[in-house]
């Protein structure tokens, strides 16, 4: 760990206006009110949960950006709880709103067990991630300005780079329970990487891919989904993080 998490959140705080003014300048940035709506809603939800369970998270200045590229099947958070989801994951995968939330608590509970510190130290450390970094910081002449650290540019590559599976697991079993105590049904982890198996078919078997194999995934969070219902109360009223 070479990057700490207070080091994180604050070269996520630089990267991420970086970031989304990049998509602002292509046109791309919340272009869909009613699309925005929704993914501030649930999110909201989540993040009152997370901070429930992470109180070192009641301190970041949480925000989520819709991204419109319908071609793109992703979603990220980088540390301090700095979020976005592209158009193409709600368009191609079509999720249900208790899916949705899956996806956005999976994200966040990256950002919560610290793997983006993770990745930020190995873009940092690796010939791969100094060279992506130079590489960045030549091809775009934002990232030459004496305000964006390399500890930010490294944030800004730790959301491209794959968590290892690992990782990837123990977002899953986080995010799930951030999930379920949010009012969102943990039967939908399930369902949620049914759907993204059908859309990501062309993806290699699991030994040849750092992410487990959605087929694994989805039989993994169906085993896990009993157990998360002692948490799942969907007709209380539950709060909801007010963004700026």
Request: aromatic fraction near 6%; include cysteine; hydrophobic fraction near 45%.
């Given at each position: ?5 207070n080091q994180a959140v604050q070269a996520s705080a ?230 700026r």
């Amino acid at each position: 760990m070479l990057v700490s998490p207070n080091q994180a959140v604050q070269a996520s705080a630089s990267a991420y206006p970086e970031k989304l003014k990049k998509y602002a300048d292509e046109g791309k940035l919340n272009t869909r009110p009613q699309m925005v709506d929704r993914v501030k809603r649930i999110t909201g939800q989540l993040i009152v949960e997370a901070e429930k369970m992470y109180p070192e998270a009641r301190s970041w200045k949480w925000e989520v950006a819709l991204v419109d590229e319908p071609d793109t099947v992703n979603a990220w958070c980088m540390a301090g709880g700095k979020m976005a989801i592209f158009t193409g994951l709600i368009e191609k995968v079509n999720p249900t709103d208790d899916e949705l939330a899956q996806v956005m608590a999976h994200e966040i509970s990256h950002a919560l067990a610290n793997h983006v510190a993770e990745q930020m130290s190995v873009a940092m450390a690796s010939q791969v991630g100094l060279a992506v970094l130079s590489a960045t910081a030549l091809k775009d002449n934002r990232y030459r300005s004496a305000a964006l650290t390399g500890a930010a540019l490294a944030a800004t590559v730790a959301i491209s780079l794959p968590y290892s599976r690992a990782a990837e697991n123990e977002a899953d079993r986080i995010g799930i329970e951030i999930a379920a105590k949010a009012g969102f049904d943990p039967h939908a982890a399930a369902s949620l990487w049914h759907k993204m198996g059908k859309v990501n078919k062309s993806t290699p078997p699991e030994f040849l891919n750092t992410h487990p194999a959605a087929a694994n995934r989805e039989k993994t969070l169906r085993e896990l989904a009993p157990q998360m219902m002692q948490y799942y109360h969907p007709n209380e009223h539950h709060l909801r993080y007010r963004f700026r």
